[in-house]
């Protein structure tokens, strides 16, 4: 025991250790700069149906930081979990993703796509956050109906009650939800059940070897079963290459999203990827299985 303190004591002055407090210290006041200087910006990425049809986009939080360039959010956002940055800072995703909603809205090639916005357990979990969500649909003007929310399973490791309650106030208005990356977390399938969830997706770690590993490829067809049975929607994520989007979709997947559609970039790729993910012109990029096998 005293040997056990003596070591941490000893960790505690650290010099390795020393230095990454300093870094992170560093990194939490180079993000409230950031914020109060307006360095974020979205990215967006195709989604895109089984008719080789695209449905929308997800919104991807990007760093623009003036030495380092364009920052990715694996790098900040779990310390803006951690210090709560992650209130004004998702908070402004959703209001930047309503107000591009809004602007597809007056464009009539455009206006059928919906945005899903990411949304951190810490972020849905603050006693605002519904009212938030009304505030930046309210303020923008954008159609409740094409804003799709992000959550992940760690949301599930509190007041599960809670959750369900806020998920249906704004469904009512009509918002709908995905679970993202599935199969990562921890949930109990009992509330899965529960959820008032419109889709689920499949984490990209599934989907990545799926046509090589045989185990991937049993998640991969459950998480679909399961899905069906529980009257969700399946999106793909990691859609990297045309036999990966031919083997989900015929496995039972309807949305896809992935490398193969596009990468996330700049509002103007979202249009690029509409002239060339649209039904019917390019119908000839549905893929038809040709000889599906037994599998
Ligand atoms: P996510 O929500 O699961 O987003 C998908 C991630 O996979 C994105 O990484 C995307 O660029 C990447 N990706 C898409 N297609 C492919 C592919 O074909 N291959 C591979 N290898 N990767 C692909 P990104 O943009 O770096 O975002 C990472 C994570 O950061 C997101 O994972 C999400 O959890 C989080 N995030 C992003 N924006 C926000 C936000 O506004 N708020 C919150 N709370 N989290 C965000
Ligand atoms: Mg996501
Ligand atoms: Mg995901
Ligand atoms: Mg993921």
Same mark, same amino acid.
């Given at each position: 025991q005293a040997k056990a303190a003596g070591r941490n004591t000893h960790r505690l002055f650290d010099p390795g250790m020393q230095a990454s407090v300093t870094a992170r210290a560093a990194l939490e006041s180079d993000l409230?700069?950031?914020l109060a200087e307006d360095q974020f910006?979205?990215?967006?990425?195709?989604?895109?149906?089984?008719?080789?049809?695209?449905?929308?986009?997800?919104?991807l939080l990007r760093w623009q930081h003036p030495e380092r360039g364009l920052v990715p959010p694996g790098e900040f956002i779990t310390l803006a979990e951690?210090?709560? =940055?992650? !209130?004004?800072?998702?908070?402004?995703?959703? /209001?930047?993703?309503?107000?591009?909603?809004?602007r597809w809205a007056q464009d009539p090639t455009l206006k059928h796509l919906k945005i899903a916005a990411n949304v951190s357990a810490r972020q849905f979990r603050h006693s605002d956050f519904v009212a938030g969500v009304l505030r930046a649909l309210a303020n923008s003007g954008a159609d409740p109906h094409r804003l799709k929310l992000e959550i992940t399973e760690s949301l599930l490791l509190e007041d599960v009650e809670e959750v369900i309650e806020k998920m249906r106030q704004l469904r009512a208005r009509g918002v709908s939800f995905a679970l993202d990356d599935f199969g990562t977390g921890y949930s109990s399938?009992?509330?899965?059940?529960?959820?008032?969830?419109?889709?689920?997706?499949?984490?990209?770690?599934?989907?990545?070897?799926?046509?090589?590993?045989?185990?991937?490829?049993?998640?991969a067809r459950t998480i679909v079963a399961l899905a069906?049975? =529980?009257? !969700?929607?399946?999106?793909?994520?990691?859609? /990297?290459t045309r036999e990966h989007w031919e083997w989900l979709s015929r496995h039972g997947c309807h949305t896809h999203q992935?490398?193969?559609f596009g990468r996330p970039g700049p509002v103007?790729?979202?249009q690029e990827a509409l002239a060339?993910?649209?039904?019917?012109?390019?119908?000839?990029?549905?893929?038809v299985p040709v000889n599906p096998g037994p599998d």
């Open positions: 409230r700069r950031a910006l979205l990215h967006y990425q195709a989604l895109v149906d089984d008719n080789g049809q695209l449905t929308g986009a997800e919104a951690d210090t709560g =940055l992650i !209130l004004p800072l998702g908070q402004w995703a959703l /209001e930047t993703a309503c107000s591009q909603l809004a399938l009992s509330y899965l059940k529960r959820l008032p969830l419109d889709d689920v997706k499949i984490d990209q770690s599934f989907v990545r070897d799926v046509l090589v590993d045989p185990n991937d490829a049993a998640i069906d049975t =529980l009257g !969700l929607r399946v999106i793909a994520e990691g859609v /990297e992935g490398y193969y103007a790729s979202i060339k993910w649209t039904f019917p012109s390019h119908r000839g990029a549905r893929p």
